[in-house]
């Protein structure tokens, strides 16, 4: 049976001519991209940027052009936007995803995405 989620990502790849995974990234984040972006030591890097992008957000940009332009994973911003837990809710995606660099057994997107979206899910 296909995910109503992944079906979603496939028509809105095809409609946009992308690939689904490059939605997946937009949407998730990229381990790699994230790691090279912001590193792993710090969080201050990553929480300025986040704040910079949803500043955007206030001033009238979409939220999706912000996160993307910012490579913030918009599934963050969306978490972000009516939750008074911001700096709890960057310094756990930091963390999480950071650790995600580390574990080699985990092998496809699938499984990150699962783990990402349940700890910032947890957080609210």
Known sequence: MIRRESLMIDIVA???RTSVE???KD???DRKEFKKRFGT???L?????VKRCMKEIEDGIHPTLASVAHNVPFILIHKLENNKY???LITDFFHDINKL??????KDNN???FVIMSRVSASL
């Not at 890097?45 to 940027?49: T, V």
């Not at 660099?101 to 985990?106: D, G, R, S, Y």
């Open 45 to 49: 890097k990553f929480e300025n940027e």
């Open 101 to 106: 660099n580390e574990n080699e057994k985990i």
């Open 14 to 16: 095809y409609l946009h």
């Open 41 to 43: 030591k710090s969080v």
């Open 111 to 113: 499984d990150i995405n």
């Open 22 to 24: 490059q939605i997946q």
């Open 86 to 88: 911001e700096k709890q």
């Open 27 to 29: 949407l998730y984040g």
